[in-house]
């Protein structure tokens, strides 16, 4: 016997069906709500690291582009520098420079000649490489012998992080590396505009040091220029080269196929690895010399080979089929097609691939480590072959030296890093939006 659903209960059943299908809705809603949520957080937390890390680089490393200087009137005596008046080589390479400078600051502060214990305290005011300035403003102008001319000199590590708050004057004197006659001394020159703070243009041009007024980027820069401009020489042709035989006009068969697993499981193998295969290749094999430009630039070649070919093959795939078709229906040769239509078309994201691969390899360090790329280099390298550093290697040498004033040049040198890969990437998002074209 059947009962007839009373219009009563439909009504009903329809009430509960909307209202189970806006509770469904609701959760979907819910769950859809929740899920932008934790794509939020996670942009916020990634965006609160990343701010953290450049605020503490660039809170560590701003102080680095400016360094303390005293403005003294050296007397260049000529019986100090050119006792024979002949002015041999010699002679002006060995002169006694620091003791210029040193009579010049007793002037100033008024120290006794006789008096060793102030006169060694008020030498500790001066940069251990005073002498390697003076020489080289004798040895560009010589006829400045004899005559008392006005010089800014750098001021020792201890001054510089004295005047830049990293050595507290309230620290008891016998923690602190200066003492209260060297801190009144400071205060003397400081007061009468004597010593002062300068843009630190060293940074940039001075080599390796010991002394962190002294020590500076310029072999490390050049260092990877050299590297850059040999990756850029033989990674870039040899890497689109070699895409555009695998993507245009290699057979499909089983030796393609495993060329590229093995290109595409090259990009993933660990940086050092390369490292250790330059080392047993370029140095020990072929008898390049360690710590050469050169030999860093393969190296970085070969690990920039992979990320190449990568971009370039998916740059030339992305070129829509119909353009291939076209040029051949006309007449075009395969030689034709790829280079005159293909090639242009997939510029754009060839040269992105391009220049993003050349910024990683320009914050390489441990390739350049295996391959002796830590020497001690205070004069530029004239040629790849010879010795030099790179600006990752610079950093991580100096991020472990002791003395105080190294911890800004490490912090510095890490943003002139970043400044140099952000250049890179802005050239790679002009350059494609250059060749971009429409089809």
Excluded: C
Excluded at 277 to 303: H, K, Q, Y
Excluded at 414 to 426: H, P, Q, S
């Amino acid at each position: 016997m059947t009962i007839a659903a009373t219009p009563s209960d439909i009504q009903e059943a329809r009430i509960r069906r909307a209202d189970h299908a806006a509770a469904l809705a609701k959760k979907r809603h819910a769950a859809e709500w929740r899920f932008k949520m934790y794509g939020v957080i996670a942009i916020a937390i990634s965006l609160a690291f990343l701010v953290i890390l450049f605020t503490t680089i660039v809170r560590n490393g701003y102080s680095a582009f400016m360094q303390s200087a005293i403005r003294l009137d050296v007397n260049f005596d000529a019986s100090e520098i050119d006792p024979s008046g002949q002015r041999n080589s010699q002679d002006l390479w060995n002169a006694n420079y620091p003791k210029l400078a040193s009579n010049a600051l007793y002037s100033v502060l008024g120290v006794n000649p006789d008096d060793r214990l102030a006169r060694r305290k008020a030498n500790e005011l001066l940069s251990r490489g005073i002498d390697t300035q003076l020489r080289k403003i004798v040895l560009a102008d010589p006829s400045i012998i004899g005559q008392t001319r006005q010089v800014w000199v750098l001021a020792h590590g201890n001054v510089d992080a004295f005047l830049k708050g990293a050595i507290s004057r309230d620290t008891p004197e016998e923690n602190r590396q200066l003492n209260n006659q060297q801190v009144a001394w400071i205060d003397k020159l400081t007061a009468d505009g004597l010593l002062a703070k300068t843009f630190n243009s060293g940074l940039f041009t001075f080599g390796a040091s010991s002394q962190p007024e002294t020590a500076g980027l310029g072999v490390a820069i050049i260092g990877s220029f050299f590297m850059m401009f040999t990756v850029l020489a033989l990674a870039v042709p040899l890497g689109v080269a070699a895409a555009l035989y695998l993507q245009e006009f290699a057979p499909k068969n089983r030796f393609t196929d495993l060329i590229e697993v093995n290109i595409n499981n090259l990009a993933a193998v660990p940086s050092i690895v390369f490292g250790l295969l330059g080392l047993a290749v370029f140095i020990n094999f072929l008898g390049l010399p360690r710590s050469a430009s050169l030999v860093g630039g393969l190296v970085l070649t070969l690990m920039t080979l992979p990320t190449i070919i990568i971009a370039t093959r998916a740059a030339i795939n992305a070129v829509p089929p119909s353009i291939r078709e076209a040029a051949l229906g006309v007449g075009a040769s395969k030689m034709q097609t790829v280079f005159h239509h293909v090639l242009p078309l997939a510029m754009p994201g060839i040269l992105t691939g391009t220049i993003i691969g050349l910024a990683k390899a320009l914050g390489e360090t441990a390739p350049l480590l295996m391959i002796g790329m830590v020497a001690f280099v205070v004069d530029y390298p004239r040629t790849p072959l010879e010795s030099a550093t790179a600006l990752p290697v610079q950093i991580y040498m100096w991020a472990t030296e002791a003395e105080r004033g190294f911890v800004e040049r490490t912090a510095g040198a890490t943003i002139v890093l970043l400044a140099f890969m952000l250049i890179m990437n802005a050239v790679a998002i002009v350059l494609r939006q250059r060749f971009a074209r429409k089809w």
